[in-house]
Nanobody
Framework: QVQLIESGGGLVQPGDSLRLSCKVS????????VGWFRQAPGKEREFVAA????????YYADSAKGRFTISRDNTKNTVNLQMNSLKPEDTAVYYC?????????????????????WGQGTQVTVSS
């Protein structure tokens, strides 16, 4: 059974940084592509970033480009999301998800149904 546990969320001010981590247990991370999604109050869950199994490719939502960086450390079974220059509109619950599938391009990794396992989420609040 694969389990994903997110950590690193919190309350920060606009312009601050946070690093979210997604710890994968139950199977080695090598087999999985991993994505980050977020859901703001009253809104649908949306794609943020993803990294392929080999880490050769990364994908970002337009809102995350230039500010967020996704990376993976297979030796620690962890995927990180470094978030810089945070804005109030980044406030949301952030979820990581893992997929056994190999996607063709960004459209695959940005789609929720592409993922097989989900974490419980971690709250990120950006407010002055």
């Amino acid at each position: 059974q694969v389990q994903l546990i997110e950590s690193g969320g919190g309350l920060v001010q606009p312009g601050d940084s946070l690093r979210l981590s997604c710890k994968v247990s139950g199977r080695t991370l090598n087999f999985y592509g991993v994505g980050w999604f977020r859901q703001a109050p009253g809104k649908e869950r949306e794609f943020v970033a993803a990294i392929t199994q080999s880490a050769v490719r990364t994908y970002y939502a337009d809102s995350a480009k230039g500010r967020f960086t996704i990376s993976r450390d297979n030796t620690k079974n962890t995927v990180n999301l470094q978030m810089n220059s945070l804005k109030p509109e980044d406030t949301a619950v952030y979820y990581c998800a893992a997929t056994r599938s190999f996607g063709y391009d960004r459209s695959d990794y940005a789609t929720e149904v592409f993922y097989h396992y989900w974490g419980q989420g971690t709250q990120v609040t950006v407010s002055s």
